[in-house]
């Protein structure tokens, strides 16, 4: 808001008065020429949103209700909710507004004012998916690909490691230059607070994020706004030649506050309660993410937004409509989570639409092999519980299966690169730990993982970015196989 | 609809938004006490009335106008409050109470003036210093001096202009 009360009410010259307030619902009478989204002002200052405009009345989204009564005057403004955007915004928790909260002083820099309804980039400005995105995290780097510009849906129970895995996927991305964007929708303020002390203690992977956090203590109007404004931010840097991941904690959260407005201002309620308009707002929501075309190159915004499930039950309204609505989903399965596997990604029930387009050859046939060894692990399994005598080669496929299972899981502290993913992987298949233990499995792992980050594989790292089929990685790992195990008992 | 006659004698007894309350409510008031003693007509129910609404009263019965059965009497009523409805309220602020003949005069330029007939809603602020601000159907106009000193006062040189003249 840059000019007050008076002078919108000069300038525009409409004045409506609030007629009635239920809870952020405004319904004002006046206002004759007022567009739907228009941002209107009342005379103490308040800001609100045209929601709806209905036979003698608008209906007015308030941000803020306190101060206003009946009969209070509000003014049209002609213009749309803006929020102003710097690059000194990256590093910093705002709100919906775009208002600092981390008590770090006011964001400086060059402003611009970004209206939070852009549109969604024509067709013809969109361009094929192609650059892998990496999470750090192998079993979706491996099985479930992301590419930049795709939306790929998260969905799991509470507590399952879903928040985790995103940010780890932030600092894997932050440290690549890629702007990250954080939308907190109705969480408490200790978890958003979580959230930017994980991502401080990386060093350097804060600088490119910003936290755009509505918590549940914050009026409905604000948490219905958060992944706009968010998507804002993102857009701001995407024009600027910046690819942007942008995280949506959660969407089903943001449904629900969503159903609360809409129940307030009396809309027929559809199926659960929500407004039949829950799937258009989603929709064109998450349509403004995408790669796209510019003078400079191709730029990205890659959107993964978060849904929570029930026991496990992913075929909630919401979770479908966000399903059909992305381009793939990674579920995060609380039997997984039972049995200990972390992440707890049931990379059978998750699909990565556009993410395999992305990968090479060799990516490609390895996460084959891999899918197909854990396939016949889990019939394997099933076979075992039986306590029948098996035959070598059944030992031998359940024997392979713990062990990728060992290599896909990952505690939260550690990031695994793409190359050394696929060393792991070469060594897994080139029998690097035939006959081994468990324990001495989980060691080797710690120890490889230690090596690759202080740069002693790095001759490795060279020569598996040249291979392009399976056979000749694992040809390539058997080689080195020596020289692995004298790096890791130096 | 209410007849030509009767409307000019509505008219003349209603110009605010507090006169077409008043007339509202009393309308109501004998509405309900018809229909409590079923047996009584207006006439004999005038006793509770705000004395501008039972002036009114007597101007139709001197003018011939008010009719002598219960039945007509109440539906006479009715039509008065359709007609209070219809009306459009155009909110005015003034920097000073008006009188009762200068908001006569308001109303007839208006109604003469516009297309619909209206009510005044009349708001005095004296920071306004003079003029008026108008506000019909959401939109607002600011005629008043304090506007007019206000966009002067941003006028590029004015103040350069002002103090000149005071050297």
């Given at each position: 808001m840059i000019k007050t009360y008076d002078e919108y009410l000069n300038s525009v010259g409409e004045i409506g008065y609030i007629d009635s307030i239920v809870h952020s619902i405004a319904y004002v009478t006046g206002l004759p020429g007022a567009r739907t989204r228009e941002v209107v002002v009342a005379q103490g200052g308040q800001i609100g949103i045209v929601q709806a405009l209905l036979p003698g009345y608008?209906?007015?989204?308030?941000?803020?209700?306190?101060?206003?009564?009946?009969?209070?005057?509000?003014?049209?403004?002609?213009?749309?909710f803006k929020i102003a955007v710097s690059k000194e915004i990256l590093g910093r928790v705002v709100n919906p507004f775009g208002a600092p909260i981390d008590g770090a002083g006011p964001i400086g820099g060059e402003k611009e004012f970004r209206s939070i309804d852009e549109p969604a980039p024509a067709l013809h400005t969109r361009a094929r998916i192609d650059q892998p995105l990496e999470t750090g995290v192998q079993v979706v780097d491996l099985l479930v690909p992301l590419g930049y510009g795709q939306r790929e849906l998260v969905i799991g129970d509470r507590k399952t490691g879903k928040s985790i895995f995103l940010l780890q996927t932030v600092v894997a991305q932050a440290s690549k230059g890629v702007v990250c964007i954080y939308v907190s929708i109705g969480k408490r303020q200790s978890d958003i607070k979580s959230v930017e002390e994980y991502l401080k203690s990386w060093s350097g992977a804060f600088s490119n994020c910003t936290i755009v956090a509505a918590s549940s203590s914050d009026p409905a109007s604000m948490i219905y706004l958060a992944p706009f404004a968010g998507f804002s931010i993102a857009e701001y840097f995407r024009d600027r030649g910046k690819n942007v991941l942008i995280i949506f904690d959660d969407l089903t959260n943001h449904a629900k506050f969503y159903r609360e407005l809409s129940l307030l201002s009396k809309r027929t309620p559809g199926r659960s309660s929500y407004?039949?308009?829950?799937?258009?707002?989603?929709?064109?929501?998450?349509?403004?993410?995408?790669?796209?075309?510019?003078?400079?190159?191709?730029?990205?915004?890659?959107?993964?937004?978060?849904?929570?499930?029930?026991?496990?039950?992913?075929?909630?309204?919401?979770?479908?409509?966000?399903?059909?609505?992305?381009?793939?989903?990674i579920f995060f399965d609380p039997e997984k989570f039972r049995e200990g596997a972390r992440p707890a990604i049931n990379h059978a029930l998750s699909v990565?639409?556009?993410?395999?387009?992305?990968?090479?050859?060799?990516?490609?046939?390895?996460?084959?092999?891999?899918?197909?060894?854990?396939?016949?692990?889990?019939?394997?399994?099933?076979?075992?519980?039986?306590?029948?005598?098996?035959?070598?080669?059944?030992?031998?496929?359940?024997?392979?299966?713990?062990?990728?299972?060992?290599?896909?899981?990952?505690?939260?502290?550690?990031?695994?690169?793409?190359?050394?993913?696929?060393?792991?992987?070469?060594?897994?298949?080139?029998?690097?730990?035939?006959?081994?233990?468990?324990e001495q499995v989980k060691v080797d792992l710690i120890k490889i993982t230690q090596k690759y980050q202080q740069g002693k594989l790095a001759s490795l790292h060279d020569s598996i970015t040249q291979i392009t089929k399976v056979d000749d990685l694992i040809k390539q790992m058997k080689v080195y196989s020596d020289k692995i195990t004298q790096v890791l008992y130096e | 609809m209410i007849e030509a006659k009767i409307e000019r004698v509505v008219a003349s007894y209603l110009l605010t938004q507090e006169d077409k309350i008043i007339f509202a409510e009393n309308i109501k008031t004998l509405e309900n006490e018809v229909f409590r003693k079923s047996s009584a007509s207006v006439e004999t129910e005038t006793a509770s009335l705000d004395p501008a609404f039972y002036e009114f009263l007597e101007k139709l019965k001197e003018d011939g106008l008010f009719p002598l059965t219960a039945g007509e009497q109440l539906s006479l009523l009715k039509e008065i409050e359709a007609y209070?409805?219809?009306?459009?309220?155009?909110?005015?602020?003034?920097?000073?109470?008006?009188?009762?003949?200068?908001?006569?005069?308001?109303?007839?330029?208006?109604?003469?003036?516009g297309a619909r007939k209206v009510v005044l809603d009349i708001y005095s602020r004296a920071e306004i210093v003079a003029g008026v601000v108008l506000e019909y159907q959401g939109n607002y106009r600011d005629y008043s001096i304090a506007h007019d000193l206000d966009n002067l006062s941003t006028e590029e040189g004015f103040m350069a202009g002002l103090l000149n003249q005071a050297k």
């Open positions: 608008v209906e007015v989204l308030m941000l803020s209700t306190a101060g206003l009564k009946n009969e209070t005057p509000i003014a049209r403004t002609g213009e749309s407004p039949g308009d829950i799937f258009n707002l989603h929709a064109s929501m998450l349509e403004r993410a995408g790669q796209i075309k510019t003078e400079r190159g191709k730029v990205s915004i890659t959107a993964l937004p978060v849904a929570e499930s029930l026991e496990g039950d992913i075929t909630g309204y919401i979770q479908t409509n966000l399903m059909s609505i992305t381009d793939g989903h990565s639409r556009v993410g395999n387009q992305t990968k090479s050859p060799l990516e490609k046939e390895l996460a084959q092999r891999i899918r197909e060894a854990l396939a016949r692990y889990e019939k394997d399994k099933e076979i075992a519980r039986f306590g029948v005598d098996l035959p070598e080669s059944t030992k031998a496929e359940i024997d392979t299966g713990e062990k990728i299972e060992l290599v896909l899981n990952q505690d939260t502290e550690t990031l695994v690169p793409a190359t050394l993913s696929l060393m792991l992987m070469g060594l897994l298949l080139g029998d690097f730990w035939k006959g081994k233990r468990v | 209070l409805n219809s009306l459009t309220l155009v909110r005015l602020t003034l920097a000073f109470k008006p009188r009762r003949d200068f908001l006569v005069k308001l109303v007839s330029f208006f109604n003469q003036n």
